[in-house]
């Protein structure tokens, strides 16, 4: 310690911890120590703060832009990406011809935000964009035959994509034989031969030349609208009867879909999520606002904001409710309407909140039952029988955070002869790349989705085929990546762990995928005053050797060792969490969100 600031870790078996209470090592991110002098002279930064970013790849040339990211200095053309000016024509022709239009979108947030953006350009445009959401129970993922079928018959002539569409082969060539044009503005991994649509706009489509496969695609959808712009401005639609729309005003929702899809922060995604999330701030979204309001939140919008509190009432709709309400909310313009769907989505959540830890429960019992979990497994493939498949998701999810490999979890409904999935992964791991192989392999019957997350329908009975497969497809690179280990920024005791360091290290906000929040480590520190809350959370205070006193909160810990040996209290251990604010009663403190510990006394071997 130096003047009660943060110090950087030296050793690489960080305190010596081998094996902490959630199995993992710990360990100093590598940092080059003369960039880090460098970095620190140039900005005027603390080491630790400087040490953070050159850990996170962040030199002399990009630290501008990383410290300061904006839209202007990072914006790419939308040019680059295959098909997007092709797609703004069609769009503005429809507009200037009148040609009937409909909004194809996913059910989540990632599809309720880009489907939300796009409606509110064209009725700032005076027309109003119907929107189609699938219904997840009775129609899957993505476009049908059926469902365009439905289209074309109320009327439209043209479709949009949104979030979906990228391997609808089958449903887009129906569209043709119907008379439907089909535009698909997607992210998720795609094959080589894209489907036959009129444009297919996807960063991740093979041989496009963005450089922007981490956006979600309400990235990509705000890249349209600036496309839009253009060509209409080309056009001279812009005038003194109808100004120009200054997209800014929606790059709430942008940042929301790029949180809650679970996006790579970095370069440019960084920068609209952080100018996106500068702009929710003002809560001039009737939607959110009012989504806000039912989850008695408050104050500037951060990660959390979009995570934790509204990505998961929006989802609750397509998970467990009708699956249009997400996009409602977020493009309606009437404050009573946000109101009610905002109340009904807060329900919902309620009601999605009490099926996922039944499921939870259910699937952890079968991995944990003899024989079911193999350790050294590279994938986690659990199923169970009427599981709901609006939840496997985020359970999925909850098991990844536990025995830290990816993880497919699978409701099976024996009825119709089907299981529906949905996996997670860990970084490093591309799933949707081995799910789509899974599915070209035959095992599927649909399938696909992207690194970080992916969604299949499978058979019943080739629910061990599609184990098998994924063991040997993802073993490579599990095995790269090696075992997980805890990556600490910096060294502090409790009385350094204060408002002043938490602000200090907010210069490098927004945290997510690929700029991830730092860890602090604190050694030698007593459990105090602990206490099991509802959920399965423990509140702690983390004593020091001189008696300063640091609030803590450990999540869905207490049926863990981690959380078992905090409730039993007793000696001192090594402590690694992330600071957060705790500004209950205008306090204006942090406490410690726990991450892992390490009891001196046993982790050696």
Not at 413 to 425: E, H, N, W
Request: aromatic letters at 6%; proline letters at 6%.
């Amino acid at each position: 310690m130096a003047d009660g600031h943060a110090v950087p870790v030296a050793d690489a078996a960080f305190l010596g911890v081998t094996r902490s209470l959630s199995g993992r090592a710990w360990r100093e991110r590598a940092a080059d120590a003369a960039v880090v002098r460098d970095l620190s002279r140039q900005y005027a930064l603390s080491e630790p703060l400087a040490r953070a970013l050159v850990a996170r790849g962040v030199d002399q040339s990009s630290a501008r832009d990383y410290l300061q990211p904006t839209l202007k200095a990072l914006f790419p053309d939308p040019s680059s990406f295959t098909d997007m000016d092709r797609a703004a024509e069609i769009l503005i022709d429809a507009l200037v011809q009148g040609r009937p239009t409909m909004v194809f979108a996913d059910y989540d947030v990632d599809g309720a935000t880009s489907a939300a953006q796009l409606v509110r350009w064209f009725r700032h445009m005076g027309v109003e964009l119907p929107i189609y959401i699938p219904d997840r129970l009775k129609e899957g993922y993505g476009p049908s035959p059926a469902a365009f079928k439905t289209i074309r018959d109320s009327g439209a002539e043209l479709v949009v994509t949104l979030d979906c569409g990228a391997a609808a082969y089958d449903a887009i060539a129906s569209a043709a034989t119907i008379g439907l044009e089909v535009v698909v503005i997607d992210h998720h991994l795609m094959r080589e031969d894209p489907p036959a649509a009129a444009a297919v706009v996807n960063p991740n489509r093979p041989g496009c030349q963005s450089g922007q496969g981490v956006l979600a695609a309400a990235g990509v959808t705000f890249i349209l609208l600036v496309a839009l712009n253009r060509e209409a401005r080309k056009r001279g639609l812009f005038g003194e009867g109808r100004l120009e729309p200054d997209l800014r005003q929606w790059l709430d929702l942008t940042a929301l879909g790029e949180v809650c899809d679970v996006t790579q922060l970095v370069g440019f995604n960084r920068a609209l999520t952080a100018t996106g999330l500068k702009v929710m701030s003002k809560w001039a979204n009737p939607g959110l606002k009012a989504l806000l309001e039912v989850a008695k939140g408050q104050g500037a919008a951060s990660v959390f904001h979009a995570g934790f509190i509204l990505g998961p009432r929006i989802n609750a709709g397509g998970r467990i409710g009708r699956s249009d309400l997400g996009a409602r909310l977020l493009s309606t313009d009437d404050p009573l309407e946000a109101q009610a769907l905002a109340e009904e989505l807060d329900e919902l959540n309620t009601e999605r909140k009490a099926v996922e830890a039944a499921v939870v429960e259910e699937a952890a019992a079968i991995l944990e039952r003899g024989s079911n979990f193999d350790p050294e497994a590279p994938v986690i493939v659990v199923a169970g029988e009427d599981w709901h498949p609006g939840v496997v998701g985020i359970v999925a999810s909850r098991l990844r955070e536990r025995y830290r490999k990816p993880t497919i979890v699978i409701g099976i409904d024996r009825a119709a002869g089907i299981a529906k999935g949905s996996g997670r992964s860990q970084p490093g791991v591309n799933l949707g790349r081995a799910v789509q192989a899974a599915f070209e392999a035959g095992i599927l019957m649909a399938g696909g989705g992207h690194a970080m997350a992916a969604g299949l329908t499978v058979r019943p009975d080739s629910i061990p085929e599609l184990r098998a497969f994924l063991e040997e497809a993802l073993a490579g690179e599990m095995a790269e990546i090696g075992p997980e280990a805890v990556e600490i920024d910096a060294l502090v005791q409790p009385r350094a762990a204060n408002r002043a360091l938490w602000t200090e290290f907010q210069q490098m906000a927004p945290f997510g995928p690929g700029n991830v929040e730092p860890l602090f480590a604190l050694t030698g520190v007593r459990p105090e005053r602990v206490m099991a809350l509802r959920g399965g959370h423990v509140r702690v205070d983390l004593v020091g050797p001189s008696g300063d006193r640091l609030k803590a909160m450990s999540w869905r810990s207490a049926e863990t060792d981690l959380g078992r040996r905090l409730l039993a209290g007793g000696g001192a251990l090594h402590v690694v969490g992330r600071l957060k604010p705790d500004d209950y009663m205008g306090r204006e403190g942090v406490q410690l969100e726990i991450e892992d510990a390490a009891d001196p006394r046993m982790w050696t071997e």
